[in-house]
Nanobody, 124 residues
Framework: QVQPVEFGGGLVQAGGSLTLSCAAS????????MGWFRQAPGKEREFVAA????????SYAASVKGRFTISRDNAKSTLVLRMDSLRPEDTTVYYC?????????????????WGQGTQVTVSS
């Protein structure tokens, strides 16, 4: 089984950029589709972006499409989320997740392994 760990959260001004990374250990990274989710206090965990095991396909939530870019490096067992044109409403905790379904999932229940989360704060 793979264990994801997120890095790179922090404080940024609105309109700025931030890159999140997720390092996966303990398993074969390329066996898994990978996703990013986010969750604000008192709200449901919501889908942000996902990428297939080989990076051939990606999927984005409508709220981040055109601003965020998901990518992966299987040789380094690393997942990356590049976030541009950040808005205050992007402020929340971001989670990395690994799933092994045959399709590219956007539902959180389809992901098996989760990181501990990293805080992103966008100031106005």
């Amino acid at each position: 089984q793979v264990q994801p760990v997120e890095f790179g959260g922090g404080l940024v001004q609105a309109g700025g950029s931030l890159t999140l990374s997720c390092a996966a250990s303990g398993g074969t990274f390329s066996n898994y589709h990978m996703g990013w989710f986010r969750q604000a206090p008192g709200k449901e965990r919501e889908f942000v972006a996902a990428i297939t095991w080989n990076g051939s396909r990606t999927s984005y939530a409508a709220s981040v499409k055109g601003r965020f870019t998901i990518s992966r490096d299987n040789a380094k067992s690393t997942l990356v989320l590049r976030m541009d044109s950040l808005r205050p409403e992007d402020t929340t905790v971001y989670y990395c997740a690994a799933g092994s379904t045959w399709y590219l999932p956007t539902a959180k229940d389809a992901y098996t392994y989760w990181g501990q989360g990293t805080q992103v704060t966008v100031s106005s």
